[in-house]
């Protein structure tokens, strides 16, 4: 065509070969020949090519070698002629379309250079090795989808995916893509693996046990079929190596403690040692004020003891938050039932939940550490740091909880000595917390909730290791899980993670693109569970049980 008019016409008929081929490839044959017959005319020359086969157009915007091997043997031999392809509806383009209609029947006298053909094959890289070739393609022909799918490639796609069949309908999205090759099908260079190998495909391709994503990239570079994704997922989510293997979970956001309304009505208390001796730490979490009692030993008796001569100098505490050993013993709860206090245990393994105990034990070893390296009085420095001004504010523990500075070897004036009350503590406090949350939110996301009966990994050692839900507490993010010896464990949600495996054996194909029903999988009869005895409590829980983090200012 020229200014809109026909300056030569030509046509030939398909050769048997041609005419198995699939749509897309007869209108790039037919482009092919087109430039090749008029090509006195076209060649060193711009070129504006009209088709009415849209596909084409995205062809010829992707690389050579993302095409199927026969397209790129035809677009090879295009590379020489400077043309543009653009989409024209066959009802716009009244000549071609009419002609087509009424063709001349005659033997195709067209074909592909050879030469030309064995050089797109050495490009096209190394093939699969022979015996995994035949599997594939014995697999394929047996393959009620993919012989759908070949077919419809064959004889052209309908216009609309409500009119493809149902079981083809999966592959509507890269219908274009589609080749055929040596009895392959094809995705752009990516082998459309049939169902039945398909759950062999994935073990081949879990041999190296990597994480999803690795497997995913893996495997979007070798094969593909509708679901792959989800196939790939479900895979490694089922491997119980890669289970147990798996890195910590994230953190989650932080839980602060509510602040007290005054001093010494929440206290944390811990256990430490040093330069062989034992001492119990007692901390205020309104003042931050700390007591440091040396220990003769590490049983009920002698906690109590030193507990019974704090409270006589400070006042009887309503909330008292510890771990488990010794403070979960039957002589601490008769105690504390006896002197009006709950106690709020910790959650084991996870030192965060008792934060302000932990952040004080840092600051007091590292105080004593540093006085018996001097040669300083170590009651004298524990003076100073009660004196020192708490971090944020202007009021030291002393001056919250006493309402004075205390007196020491440092010079001070008689008005700085003089008894005065601080004022608006609770607030300072509370705006200090949210600015920490505010930091620590900023690395922290949400981790889902269990349900009692769900089949979880428990973190121990290192290791994930698979357990059942009992029941959840009252306590923030916290769980009693039951393992598969029976015994049952206290654990934060940080330390547990859903268990996503599949029972593969009872099910032929787990690489559909389908939602698993993990419904099936026994769980331990947890009204036939009975508690260790060790695990049963004497003590009631208060109305609020905490859960605190690890901070300098009481942000928990």
């Known amino acids: 065509m020229q200014k809109q008019q026909p300056i030569a016409y030509a046509s030939r008929a398909l050769s048997a070969a041609e005419k198995n081929y699939a749509q897309i490839e007869k209108e790039l044959l037919a482009i092919v020949f087109a430039l090749r017959k008029f090509h006195q005319h076209v060649y060193g020359v711009p070129i504006r090519v009209q088709s009415d086969h849209k596909p084409l157009e995205a062809i010829f915007s992707k690389p050579i070698g993302a095409a199927p091997a026969r397209l790129q043997r035809m677009l090879l031999q295009l590379q020489r002629y400077d043309i543009h392809i653009v989409y024209t509806p066959g009802n716009q383009m009244h000549i071609a379309d009419t002609l087509s209609r009424a063709y001349i029947q005659s033997d195709a006298t067209e074909s592909l250079d050879l030469s030309e053909e064995k050089v797109v094959y050495a490009l096209n890289g190394e093939s699969p090795c022979g015996n995994i070739m035949h599997m594939i393609q014995q697999a394929t022909q047996s393959d009620p989808d993919l012989q759908l799918i070949q077919q419809l490639h064959e004889q052209g796609w309908p216009d609309r995916k409500k009119n493809v069949p149902l079981a083809a309908q999966a592959y509507w999205p890269v219908r274009h893509t589609i080749s055929i090759d040596d009895e392959l099908l094809m995705k752009d260079d990516r082998i459309i693996v049939p169902r039945a190998l398909r759950p062999e495909v994935l073990k081949q391709l879990h041999s190296a046990h ?50 007290p309304t005054g001093p010494w009505q929440k206290i944390a208390a811990d256990i430490f040692d040093l330069q062989g001796r034992s001492f119990l730490l007692i901390v205020d979490y309104f003042s931050k004020y700390p007591e440091v009692l040396k220990l003769s030993d590490k049983t009920s008796a002698s906690l109590i003891a030193h507990f019974i001569t704090v409270f006589a100098r400070h006042g009887v505490p309503e909330t008292l938050i510890a771990d488990h050993v010794p403070f979960a013993s039957a002589e601490m709860a008769r105690f504390a039932l006896d002197w009006g206090f709950n106690i709020t245990h910790s959650s084991p393994n996870f030192p965060q939940s008792n934060g302000m105990a932990e952040r004080a034990v840092k600051t007091v070893k590292s105080m004593l550490k540093t006085a018996a390296q001097s040669g300083t009085d170590p009651h004298l420095a524990l003076l100073t740091l009660r004196n020192t001004p708490v971090t944020g504010l202007k009021y030291s523990p002393a001056q919250i909880l006493m309402g004075r500075v205390l007196r020491s070897t440092l010079p001070a004036s008689k008005a700085v000595l003089q008894p005065s009350i601080p004022t608006h ?123 605190t983090y690890r901070q300098t200012t009481g942000t928990v």
Not at 475 to 493: F, L, M, Q
Not at 513 to 538: C, F, G, W, Y
């Open 425 to 547: 503590i609770q607030e300072a406090l509370q705006h200090l917390q949210s600015q920490q949350k505010k930091l620590y939110d900023r690395t922290a996301a949400p981790l889902p909730a269990f349900k009692g009966g769900q089949r979880v990994y428990m973190r121990i050692r290192n290791a994930w290791k698979p357990a059942t839900v009992v029941s959840i507490r009252e306590e923030p993010r916290s769980y009693d899980v039951v393992t598969s010896s029976g015994t049952i464990y206290r654990r934060n949600r940080r330390h547990l993670r859903p268990d996503r495996s599949i029972k593969c054996d009872s099910q032929p194909d787990c690489s559909m693109d389908t939602d698993n029903d993990l419904s099936n999988h026994t769980v331990p009869n947890l009204a036939q569970i009975e508690p260790p005895q060790d695990m049963k409590r004497s003590v009631q829980r208060p109305e609020y049980t905490s859960r």
């Open 210 to 259: 990597q994480g999803i994503q690795r497997s995913l990239a893996h495997a979007r570079s070798c094969f593909y079929w509708p679901g792959l994704t989800e196939a790939v997922r479900q895979m490694v989510e089922a491997c119980s190596f890669c289970q147990e293997s798996r890195p910590e979970n994230q953190k989650e956001p932080l839980i602060s403690h509510p602040v």
